[in-house]
């Protein structure tokens, strides 16, 4: 079965309601994981490891699983969330030891290149959040998914205090490239079922690559 209408019917999900995002309930991160085990996907990214928790998450539940870890591990003007990236990467490194993963410690924009058209199974995004990293990162790196392949990422959420750093921009970002792309249907993961590693979660995105996106 192709992957869209394997989550489709494993989550149950009302493509004929017209509001999107389609809102896939019963999930976390684990889940979203071992779904795509089952979907026998072999090779992804994931744009923002830090201590690499998800991306071990990921490692887990996909057998077999390539990963391909793109972090720069560094502080830079606009992006200060970790006090210590270096120990970010050093527990990234020792948390990730026993997986297939390899190391991208570069800017995401620069790591991206190195990666062909339609090479992916998926890609998992969760670097930069405010609206310019966002929009470079799913512009990027969906054209790297595979038709039938998936593109997904975290914190679906809109939250932009005046003069503050903790800037969220992921929902508009998401929403706008969805409908400039003609991507139909997209989903919400509502993350309402708390994760072993996570706990209660932030709501994530996601859509599958299909022939008529203009990507
Ligand atoms: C929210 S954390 C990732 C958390 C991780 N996905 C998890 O759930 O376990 C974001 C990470 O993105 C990285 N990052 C931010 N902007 C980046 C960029 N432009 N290029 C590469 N990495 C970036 C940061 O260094 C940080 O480690």
Request: hydrophobic letters at 40%; glycine letters at 6%; proline letters at 5%.
């Amino acid at each position: 079965m192709d992957a869209l209408s394997y989550i489709i019917k494993k989550f149950k999900a009302d493509i004929t309601s017209p509001n999107l995002p389609i809102a896939l309930h019963q999930i976390n991160r684990t889940i979203m994981a071992q779904t795509l085990g089952e979907l026998g996907f072999r090779v992804g990214v994931e744009v923002g490891v830090a201590e690499g928790l998800h991306a071990k998450v990921l490692c887990e539940n996909i057998p077999n699983l390539k990963l391909h870890c793109v972090d720069i591990w560094n502080k830079y003007p606009g992006y200060e969330e970790y006090a210590d990236p270096e120990d970010c990467f050093r527990q990234a490194h020792e948390r990730l030891k026993p997986y297939k993963v390899i190391f991208h410690r570069q800017f995401s924009m620069d790591a991206v290149k190195d990666f062909d058209r339609g090479s992916l199974d998926f890609v998992y995004i969760d670097g930069a959040h405010d609206f310019r990293s966002v929009a470079e990162d799913i512009f990027e790196w969906s054209k790297r998914v595979r038709i039938g392949g998936i593109v997904f990422g975290h914190d679906y959420k809109h939250w932009r205090p005046w003069k503050s750093r903790n800037i969220i921009d992921v929902r508009p970002v998401v929403e706008a490239y969805c409908y400039a792309k003609n991507i139909h249907p997209w989903f919400e993961l509502a993350n309402d079922i708390k994760d072993k590693t996570f706990g209660p979660d932030s709501p994530g995105w996601m859509f599958v690559r299909q022939n008529k996106d203009k990507i």
